[in-house]
């Protein structure tokens, strides 16, 4: 069973600052992760996402993640945090190929509050 | 582009009530799937599709009916809907090619009074 931990329900930083949401995932075998961004009433949107290759994977608005399969992480960060950044950040994990592939598992949120 | 449409954006019931949420997409997607979200308590998977007329069920399963009428629609039912029970329910729709690339729907808002 795959499963996604995200650490921090809140992190708040001031525009400018760079920032890192924690993302962690237990499972054996060959993942998709992925990052989703939630404004306030709304659905999730997709960021980015990592299958192979390059650890580090470049998304939208400057954001990026970093795979580590040693720390079994994939840490979502921004150099420079604007205010229209708040919002709930996901961490999500697929299976590639076994019975769960499709099964898409997403953590808790991590809820990033930027002050002006 | 798409847009995933969820019908109705609020929804009251009684408790013990059957009620149904929709959800239609225009992606053209194989796979569907509904997701429960509850404040500090992230998304949890209720049902996916990975095609149509396929049904599988997630880790929220119980109390809860789903059915994919065709590619384009995914339906669910709260079978008996719980007392003061607030959720909103998001449905959501993938291509077979891309997994973990999901598209959101805005939501349905339940109150169960």
């Known amino acids: 069973t795959q499963t996604v931990s995200q650490s921090d329900a809140h992190v708040t930083v001031f525009e400018g600052d760079s920032v890192e949401l924690r993302c962690n995932y237990s499972?054996?075998?060959?993942?998709?992760l992925s990052w989703y961004i939630q404004h306030h009433g709304h659905g999730l949107q997709f960021l980015l996402k990592?299958?192979?290759?390059?650890?580090v994977v470049q998304g939208v608005n400057g954001f990026e993640a970093e795979f580590s399969k040693s720390d079994s992480s994939f840490h979502l960060r921004k150099a420079s945090v604007h205010w229209s950044d708040s919002a709930v950040y996901f961490c999500?994990?697929?299976?590639?190929?076994?019975?769960?592939?499709?099964?898409?598992?997403f953590g808790k949120g991590t809820h990033l509050h930027v002050l002006p | 582009g798409g847009i995933i449409t969820q019908t109705p954006k609020f929804l009251i019931g009684q408790e013990g009530q059957k009620l149904t949420l929709k959800c239609q997409q225009n992606?053209?997607?194989?796979?569907m799937y509904w997701y429960r979200q509850d404040s500090g308590k992230g998304l949890r998977l209720i049902y996916y599709?990975?095609?149509?007329?396929?049904?599988q069920k997630g880790d929220l399963s119980e109390g809860y009916d789903a059915s994919r009428e065709k590619k384009s629609s995914f339906s669910l039912t709260v079978t008996s809907a719980q007392k003061n029970e607030m959720a909103v329910f998001l449905c959501?729709?993938?291509?077979?090619?891309?997994?973990?690339?999901?598209?959101f729907g805005a939501g349905t808002r339940l109150s169960v009074l």
């Open positions: 959501a729709s993938s291509p077979r090619q891309s997994q973990n690339t999901l598209y």
């Open positions: 499972y054996g075998g060959s993942i998709y």
């Open positions: 990592y299958y192979s290759g390059n650890p």
């Open positions: 999500a994990v697929t299976s590639m190929y076994d019975t769960n592939a499709y099964k898409v598992i």
């Open positions: 992606f053209n997607h194989d796979t």
């Open positions: 599709s990975i095609t149509e007329n396929d049904l």
